[in-house]
């Protein structure tokens, strides 16, 4: 009896073996996301994918995961996201997207991933990496990424995406939008206010209809709050080259601009880089930032204000919005009255009527009394 016992587990011992390797076979399709975890990185998840490697060349994505919390669900969700090619420390919206995505894994306990794209040729393979890992959604960052995003959606019609700056008109994918031109209408009231010179410049990166937004509403605040200033415009073509922003900044200075605006990603930094040399040097000039609060990054000395686009906000609620069964596929468009885009809390170097009157603006375009151009 004993003898037979012991043939019988030494049986099932090796049909458990069986069972477990069998599971292991089949399990890389399960979600790479699970808290369990316990926010141990898969990969670099810090560094870009070297010499403009695409994510099919990669054995895996770069990965930073989220973090255990009472607001954890039982299901091992997975998303991630995609930056275009400004990179995820643009000190812009790929960044605050991140931050977003970040904010949102440790909320709920959810793995949270991202690629960075060293040209448009990275945007599908990246995006196809992470669909085909399992990821519940992917989400692509940037008005840049719309065909890429299309085209996947299209390849993978029971994959969930979603994209930032741009509307993929797809029955799988959420588009979430902003008006930019009504936050901009308020900085570039700020911006005439206080010109000194009557002269104000704005730098973007490519001449594309999210940009075109930014300047329109940023042109139409300056002229509304001072008809005298002027606004001298220059687009470097780039939202990843901080040379080319700093050369872009030398000359509006060189050209009697006192205050700049920029809406060019990373390339702004050299924005910020220049004027803060200037600065140093006893120039009274100012910058204003974009999509942050660009003062956390280069300091209230020469961040006049910001224009806030919350990519962050918008990327934790759609994400959320999955775990709670509440994803819906379609268009959001994000302005002054949802809180989508507008001025940090915190704005030392404005003075109170500065303020006033940028409240006053802002009541006027959520009431409809003022419509921002945006082109």
């Known amino acids: 009896m004993f003898a037979w016992r012991k043939s019988q587990i030494a049986i099932l011992a090796v049909f458990f073996a069986l069972a477990v390797i069998a599971a292991g076979c089949g399990g890389s399709k399960n979600h790479s996301g699970d808290a369990s975890n316990n926010g141990q990185s898969t990969g670099t998840g810090t560094t870009e994918m070297a010499g403009g490697q695409s994510a099919e060349q990669s054995e895996e994505p770069s990965a930073e995961s989220g973090t255990e919390s009472s607001g954890g669900t039982d299901k091992p969700y997975f998303v991630a996201m995609v930056t275009d090619i400004g990179g995820v420390n643009d000190n812009s919206f790929n960044q605050s997207a991140w931050e977003g995505l970040q904010a ?140 080319q922003g700093k050369a872009s900044a030398a000359t509006l200075y060189n050209n009697g601009a006192d205050i700049i605006f920029h809406a060019a990603g990373a390339t702004g930094d050299g924005v910020f880089n220049e004027g803060s040399e200037r600065k140093k040097a006893g120039a009274d000039v100012w910058v204003i930032g974009v999509d942050k609060d660009q003062s956390i990054t280069f300091g209230h000395e020469i961040t006049l204000t910001s224009m806030m686009k919350r990519v962050d906000q918008a990327v934790a609620k759609i994400s959320a919005d999955l775990v709670n069964g509440r994803f819906t596929p379609g268009s959001v468009v994000l302005g002054l009255a949802d809180n989508g885009v507008g001025l940090p809390e915190n704005n030392p170097n404005l003075p109170e009527d500065v303020l006033n009157k940028v409240k006053e603006y802002e009541q006027k375009i959520i009431s409809g009394e003022i419509v921002v151009p945006s082109e």
């Open 104 to 243: 949102f894994g440790a909320e709920y306990g959810v793995k949270v991933d991202y690629l960075q794209s060293q040209s448009d040729a990275d945007y599908v393979p990246n995006l196809t990496q992470f669909v085909r890992n399992g990821a519940d959604l992917t989400w692509g960052i940037g008005f840049l990424m719309a065909d890429a995003v299309r085209q996947v959606a299209e390849q993978n019609p029971d994959a969930k995406l979603a994209i930032i700056d741009e509307t993929v008109d797809a029955p799988n994918v959420a588009s979430v939008t902003f008006k930019e031109h009504e936050g901009s209408f308020l900085v570039g009231v700020v911006a005439g206010l206080m010109t000194k010179t009557n002269k104000i410049g704005f730098v973007g990166g490519m001449e594309i209809p999210v940009i075109k937004r930014f300047e329109a509403g940023f042109t139409a605040g300056v002229k509304a709050a001072n008809p005298d200033a002027e606004v001298i415009i220059d687009y470097t073509g780039a939202f990843d080259a901080p040379d």
